[in-house]
Structures are given as C-alpha cells and as structure tokens.
C-alpha cells in the first residue's frame, strides 16, 4: 500500500460529539494537530482516526491515539443590573465614589471572585487589561449604563455609548502609560511618605493623586484576597498623618466593603440572621465583640477607627450592608 491510500483524520470532541477538524497525510502532522488542539482551553478531547483504502470499495478505519481532559468550566461574570448609575461627563468623574460604587455593584460578580476592589481595577493595567479581554462584561455594562443615561437625559443611547467608550479608552490608555513609569514604593515606607516624594515632583493636583492611588494599589494586588488587604489597610490607617492619604485608605476600604460577604467574614459566625445584623450594628458604633471564626484583630481595628470617624465612608458602606440584609 502507498502513502496515498492512507489519511489520518483529526476529531474534536464537542458537547459528547466527535466532529473532523483536519484531514492530514502523515500520522506525525496528525500528532502535530492534536497537541495544537489540546493546548486550547475549551478542547474536551481529540482522537487520530487512521483510515485506510484497499482497492476501490474496501476501507479500515482504527484510532491510533485518543487523549481526553478536564475543561475549565466557564465562570459565570455576567453583569448585575442596577437602576441608575452616576453620569459621568469627564474622565476623573470614574475614579470617584459615586462612580466607583456603581462598578462594585455592576461587576460584582467578576470583582468578588478576584477578590478586587474598582480601585484596583482602574489603577493596574493587568487588571484592567484582564477585564477588557472578558468577551461581554465590559459591553454588556456599558449597554446598560448608556441606556439608563439615554432615560435620564432624553438622548440616544448610541451616543452615551461612545461617551463611555471614549472614557474606557482613555482610562486604559494612561493606566498602560504609568504601568512602565517608576513610582516611590509602598513596601518599608508609608502613604505619607508616599505623597510627600509625590509632591515634591509633580505639580499637577489630580496626576499627584492619581500616582498615589497607583502606588497604593502596585501594593495592594499583591495582598491575598479581601482579609488580607483590610490587613494591611487598617493599621495604616491608625498612623496616617496625612489627610490625603487617610482618604484613601478609606476609599479602598469602601470598596472592599461592599461586597457582600466580608463583614460576615469579619465578625465571625451569628447564632442567626437577627443576631448577625445586631453585630454589625455594634461594629458601627465600634462596639462589636469578636465571635466564633472572627477575624479578631480587624474587628478590634475597626472597632476603634469607626467610633474615632477614622473610616467616615467605609462605615458608612458598613452601616449600609447590615442595614441591607
């Protein structure tokens, strides 16, 4: 038999199924093939069919090589619908509050399971980059968010989209510009000391906090998950001199703050649901007692900031929660 009379057949398993995706003449392109297709992520398996042809009517097929794996199942970060959302005109209106708050809420899925704050987000081109990659999160929400513009000011959406486009585009373009750009270091210093070397180069009032906002979160998406950045965050916040950079402890702090399952985290295990909305009340007026599986040390830490107003917006998202549950 000749070489001409044999062809390997390259199948993908899909949703239980086996379908072609090449037809090749060797066995060592075929193998070639296959490990491309396995190195994807959505390849369930892939199989070599080695087919062969005697005569004009008699034909033999045999698998040469089948390998199946695990695939990483899609995580659901579909947006979560809000009813109304800040209209933001300039870019430096999507780094405040208002704005920032709305992210948390409409991203919630996707910030929650990363365990990062809107504040990250906006200030580590990574993590924006990670973001923007995701196939429709991002345009889903600005569907929403132009929509919701459109109702409250009698205009097309179209053009809120582009608004909001533009504004996106220019948000990651000057997170990409300061990612290569040196910065004073957190580590072995302080905010303070953050702002003060800050001020003596920059000029300009919102670039100096916006490359104090990046320093603080070059830092921070380096602390493992929501427990550990308030860990770091909230002694910070006892020894902070500068008011600036009190602002934005409790910036960060507020994000982290609304998601929905930190306090809990926090103040430990509630006999049940009464008992658990009556401990954050305490935590407000800085009066909670550390339970079972309580964070202890960050209890006893926001015990003291919220009664000394040291965190005025984060307990004011903390009162916000319980008053929610």
């Known amino acids: 038999m000749n070489s001409g009379r044999v062809k390997f057949e390259v199948q993908v398993s899909k949703a239980n199924k086996w379908h072609i995706s090449d037809v090749l003449p060797t066995e060592?392109?075929?193998?070639?093939?296959a490990d491309e297709l396995l190195a994807l992520k959505d390849t369930e398996g892939v199989r070599i069919i080695k087919e062969s042809h005697f005569g004009s009517d008699n034909r033999r097929e045999s698998e040469i090589f089948k390998e199946m794996k695990e695939i990483d199942k899609k995580e659901d970060f579909s947006i979560t619908p809000v009813d109304d959302a800040p209209l933001c005109?300039?870019?430096?209106e999507y780094y405040e509050t208002q704005a920032r708050t709305t992210m948390a809420r409409v991203f919630s899925k996707y910030l929650e399971k990363m365990e990062m704050t809107p504040l990250e987000m906006l200030h580590s081109h990574k993590s924006l980059k990670r973001a923007l990659n995701l196939d429709s999160m991002?345009?889903?929400a600005v569907d929403k968010i132009a929509s919701l513009h459109a109702r409250a000011t009698s205009t097309d959406s179209r053009k809120r989209?582009?608004?909001?486009y533009a504004a996106i585009d220019r948000i990651a373009a000057r997170a990409r510009e300061i990612d290569s750009k040196p910065l004073p270091e957190l580590k072995g210093s302080s905010l303070d000391d953050v702002w003060a070397q800050i001020d003596s180069k920059v000029a300009d009032e919102n670039e100096r906090r916006?490359?104090?906002n990046t320093a603080l979160v070059r830092a921070?998406?380096?602390?493992?998950?929501?427990?550990g950045k308030m860990a770091e965050l909230l002694p910070m916040a006892k020894t902070l001199k500068d008011q600036r950079a009190r602002d934005m402890v409790d910036e960060m702090m507020s994000d982290i703050l609304i998601a929905k399952t930190v306090i809990k985290d926090v103040i430990g295990v509630s006999k049940h649901m009464g008992d658990a909305i009556m401990r954050m009340l305490d935590l407000v007026e800085g009066?909670?007692?550390?339970?079972?599986?309580a964070v202890e040390d960050l209890v006893d830490l926001l015990n003291v900031l919220f009664t000394a107003e040291g965190l005025?917006?984060?307990k004011k998202f903390c009162s916000t929660v319980s008053s929610a549950i």
């Open 161 to 164: 989209k582009d608004i909001i």
């Open 312 to 314: 005025p917006r984060a």
């Open 138 to 140: 991002v345009p889903s």
């Open 220 to 227: 921070s998406v380096q602390w493992t998950g929501w427990l």
């Open 210 to 212: 916006y490359m104090a």
């Open 28 to 33: 060592e392109a075929a193998k070639r093939k």
């Open 287 to 293: 009066k909670c007692q550390p339970s079972k599986f």
């Open 89 to 92: 005109e300039q870019v430096s």
